[in-house]
């Protein structure tokens, strides 16, 4: 019996490695900001920053109810790499990132980012549990059309992956093509009191993309394996 050859071998490892999808670093927060809003209401914070997918980031603490005397924070760098946030005890809100390049008449522009088959992984740790949400936006953001995707996690002392795949969204209006994405955003939502820290966002290759493409290749290689074995 033949040994199947191993460059072989590493020519299917090397293409589960190189699956459909592409990876991206959407933010290593290297880049100083911060937001406070006291009470209900809104406060944004847009930056330039190289760490970013883009360059530009968006900085949003939204609170529609509760207690108007809470305070609630984002803050990031210090310390260096990460983001950290807090909504007010007796608050109901979402903190909300926003990244995109350089804005014209509204319309956000990363230049026809391509994430098919891509999932975003976000490192975060939390004191409570709660809820990510991704959204896509294609053209004008200003449309309000978009594609949702949501995770939940779990409280956690320590940073642990939540992965969102980009398959079956919740959509907003006329959707979001995947395809062509011109703006990333990015919500967590914790109960009043809670307080959150994410230390890089990223785009990165949905699993099952990788493995259905590398168990096609293997069941190909197995099939001609056999053909070619003297019987």
Request: proline share 5%.
């Amino acid at each position: 019996m033949k040994l199947i050859n191993t460059s072989l071998l590493a020519g299917f490892l090397g293409i589960v490695g190189t699956a459909s999808g592409s990876s991206y670093v959407i933010d290593n927060f290297s880049c100083t900001d911060s937001v406070t809003q006291a009470g209900v209401g809104s406060t944004s914070s847009t930056i330039s920053c190289p760490g970013s997918l883009g360059g530009e980031r968006s900085d949003v603490i939204f609170l529609p109810s509760g207690s108007g005397d809470a305070v609630s924070t984002i803050e990031s760098n210090p310390p260096a790499g990460e983001i950290t946030g807090t909504i007010g005890s007796g608050l109901s809100g979402g903190d909300v990132m926003t990244w995109f390049g350089s804005t014209t008449a509204g319309d956000y522009n990363l230049p026809n980012l391509d994430l098919n088959g891509d999932s975003v992984l976000v490192q975060i740790k939390s004191d409570v549990g709660g809820t990510l949400t991704v959204t896509l936006g294609s053209s004008s953001t200003a449309s309000g059309n978009r594609d949702d995707y949501s995770a939940t996690f779990l409280a956690s002392p320590s940073f642990v992956d939540i992965l969102i795949p980009l398959t079956n969204p919740t959509i907003i209006g006329t959707g979001a093509n995947v395809d062509d994405v011109t703006a990333i955003g990015l919500v967590i939502n914790v109960a009043g009191g809670g307080n959150w820290t994410i230390n890089e966002v990223e785009a990165v290759p949905e699993p099952s993309t990788l493995l259905l493409t590398g168990l096609c290749f293997l069941g190909v290689l197995t099939r001609s394996f056999w053909l070619r074995s003297p019987r």
